[in-house]
């Protein structure tokens, strides 16, 4: 099946730094990719759709610009967490969604803000 | 914003089948009901799908009412490794929401 990994898949980072994390489709090409977070014991909350060589939409009440994202290609899509702070410290998951409308989701990174 | 409605915990014993429910009394006619399962800190498992018609492959049976109004996922044999949350979605095609999901756990 359609696969799709994250990069890192666990990292910590000081407070006020920005942090990227890659999403990438390794074995279909994706017009459209999904960010979720999500905190502990929660549900996954949708961040923003990512369209390839567009801007991103962005769900209410996510930050655009502290929440970067970029999709430059069709197999990867980069979100970069700016100035982080302790409560940015969440589970990232991405997904991407190939031309059959199928998603397949990454495995997710663990970001921890000290 | 999420469209269903789960049961937020069950448990099942092993070996037995595990039935999860699912309430989406307003879904569209073209709306697919998604079910995903997430293993605690890994990303969501895709497990089955369906519009009007009752569908099965190798992980599971997805039954869907003839007013489509609500869903059961079944497990035909749980073993300690269906342990997971799972989630009930209805997907128009365009964007996931997730709801709280079911947190099943198989006991041995």
């Given at each position: 099946g359609a696969v799709v990994s994250q990069h890192p898949s666990r990292v910590i980072c000081k407070s006020g730094t920005s942090v990227k994390i890659?999403?990438?489709?390794?074995d279909f090409q994706a017009t459209t990719m999904f960010w979720y977070?999500?905190?502990?014991?929660?549900?996954?909350?949708l961040m923003a759709t990512s369209n390839e060589g567009s801007k991103a939409t962005y769900e209410q009440g996510v930050e655009k610009d502290k929440f970067l994202i970029n999709?430059?290609?069709l197999t990867l899509s980069t979100l970069t967490v700016t100035s982080a702070h302790p409560e940015d410290s969440s589970f990232y998951i991405c997904s991407a969604r190939d031309t059959f409308l199928q998603q397949y989701f990454g495995p997710g990174t663990r970001l921890t803000v000290t | 914003d999420a469209k269903t409605t789960q049961p937020p915990s069950m448990d099942c014993a092993e070996g037995r089948a595990a039935n999860l429910p699912c309430n989406h009394s307003t879904i569209s006619g073209n709306e697919y009901v998604y079910w995903y399962r997430q293993i605690h800190s890994q990303g969501p498992?895709?497990?089955i799908h369906g519009l009007k018609n009752n569908e099965t492959n190798e992980m599971?049976?997805?039954?869907i009412t003839e007013d489509r109004k609500s869903s059961t996922l079944i497990l035909p044999h749980a073993t300690l490794r269906d342990t997971a949350v799972y989630?009930?979605?209805v997907?128009?095609?365009?964007?996931?929401y997730f709801g709280t999901g079911t947190s099943l756990t198989v006991i041995p």
């Open positions: 890659e999403c990438r489709s390794l977070r999500q905190f502990p014991k929660q549900s996954l909350m999709h430059a290609s | 498992q895709y497990i599971a049976s997805l039954i989630y009930c979605i997907y128009t095609g365009n964007q996931f």
